[in-house]
């Protein structure tokens, strides 16, 4: 019998999706946006990633089917737009998780002291990689349970031991620079987070917010999960929580060993930057590579199943719901591979344009799940849901609704014109052609012109049924 993940792998999965490089390399970005309110973003930003996540563990006890917001929108409103959510989500994925693995080569390549912008190199550690998380895969769901949740472990005790590990310095030399944080000044000569705005904070939120996203994504291999209506459920939240609990310990010990190095470093690994210890800086460093890897090898997992969930409800050719003897989806994980390797060669592995398909995905979900939920609960969706599924108003309505609120702010906060421009050598701000035209295919053209397709396709194949002459008796 194919193995399945129970529920404590379920949560170390969600972690694992969740943590990736942002806690590890770039903290100091929300400090210097909020300065000594950064514990208060970071909790505002637990709240509101609470929040969303509720709202999607209701809808995977409405709806245990692989695909998570796909197979969400699909029964709540029906074929065609389950179908653009599920292609924009699965390019938009496929995508990241392309920006993932460039992140993890660029960071071991400046970690061994060698040239993260040379081609060659990043395109040869980009190809071992996807190796790498290939023969994981393909080794069944047991090997891959192992891998993920060591991966996980890994991560949690480095962040764990690096929150221990500056506590005993304040408490043992007597020294917290916590209150520096108010002298330090931005590149404009202005204290860090004076004079914070409403808009001000609202995006300082939003970057912080970034560092728990993921868990967006675990429902979508929910066929090789143990119960997921129930286990997703309780899985999700409780993930969360750990997590907030995590990085408001790194960010608060981080602020009080040495907020100047937080806010200033140029080194990739900018949280190793604020401790002097070698020890300490090992633990940080090998941290960060084993949850670089870690949220790969997670993305390895997830991405293709969207595909697979796409073709076993029969949205694209049953062709892709192919698996090995271990339970792979082989035929959905090499076209997510390929996209993966493919896409970000194809922008030169320039992180910053091929990062705008990827957010603009997850916004679109935080509008149609939550309205899905709503749909689910008062019974008005367009396909069956679970009917044991457990009704409760305060999570499957009055939530939903909270994050609909919350993704309207954001989405009017969010800096799309930083998205769609760039900083050209001599300081003039230009159109950034490749994230416009990634945009335009993405979310436009290629869903659009899929959808063309697969109605043609089915209505054809319809037509030839009711014109094939039945047999008599």
Sequence with gaps: MEKKLGFSSIVLLTINSIIGTGIFLSPGGVVAMSGDK?????????????????????AAKYVS??????????????????????????????????????GVVKTVLSIFGLDNTNMTLITIGFLILMGILLVINLLGTRLFEIINNLSTIGKMGALVLTIVFGFGIVLLTQVNEFSTIHTLKDATGNLLG??????SYCMAVIAAFYAFTGFESVASGSDDMEEPEKNLPRAIPLAIGIIAIIYLGIVGTA???????????????????????PLIRTVILCGALVSMFGINVAASFHTPRILEAMSTQNQIPAYFTKRTSNGFPIRAFFLTIGLAILLPMAFRFDMTSIIVLSSISRFIQFLIVPTAVVLFYFGKQKETVVETAKRQFFTDVIIPVLSVMATVVLLYKFDWGGQFTLTDETGVIVPNKFAIIAMAIGYVILPLGLLLWKNTHLNIKNNDLMNTPKKGF
């Design 255 to 277: 602020m009080m060993i040495n907020p100047q190095a937080l806010v200033s470093t140029t080194e990739v690994v900018a949280l190793a930057q604020v401790f002097t210890n």
């Design 38 to 58: 950064a514990l208060w973003i970071y909790i505002l930003a637990a709240v509101f990633a609470t929040i969303l996540a509720v709202t999607f563990a209701s």
């Design 194 to 199: 004076s004079g914070m705005s409403t808009s």
């Design 65 to 102: 089917k692989g695909g998570a917001a796909y197979a969400y929108a699909k029964a709540a409103f029906g074929d065609n737009i389950g179908f653009y959510v599920g292609i924009t989500r699965y390019i938009a994925a496929s995508i990241a998780w392309g920006v993932m693995g460039t």
